[in-house]
């Protein structure tokens, strides 16, 4: 079984910064690629970031420039570095993880809300 916790939202004026944490505990053998999705109200969840096992990142085209992805296998933890954050960026953001040998894990989600 595998938990992942995320961590650091909250709420931010826009043009702030936050950075998220997702640490993944249980049974990691083999973890794959790495990401943050995120699912605002009404609106279905969308893929933000994600990270391969060789550091390679994919940005959703609304967050290039602005959020960053990266990886700390040590820990098993993903992180979304979040700048210039906009109204548009609130929702709920969620991690999640896929495994070289098949199947994947989600975490319960983080509310970020940029509003002045």
């Known amino acids: 079984q595998v938990q992942l916790v995320e961590s650091g939202g909250g709420l931010v004026q826009p043009g702030g910064s936050l950075r998220l944490s997702c640490a993944a505990s249980g049974s990691l053998f083999r973890i794959n690629v790495m990401g943050w999705h995120r699912q605002a109200p009404g609106k279905q969840r969308e893929l933000v970031a994600s990270?391969?096992?060789?550091?390679?990142?994919n940005y959703a085209d609304s967050v290039k420039g602005r959020f960053t992805i990266s990886r700390d296998d040590a820990k098993s933890t993903v992180y979304l570095q979040m700048n210039s954050l906009k109204p548009e960026d609130t929702a709920v953001y969620y991690c999640n993880l896929d495994f070289v040998f098949g199947g994947e894990a989600w975490g319960q989600g983080t509310q970020v809300t940029v509003s002045s």
């Open positions: 990270i391969t096992s060789r550091g390679r990142p």
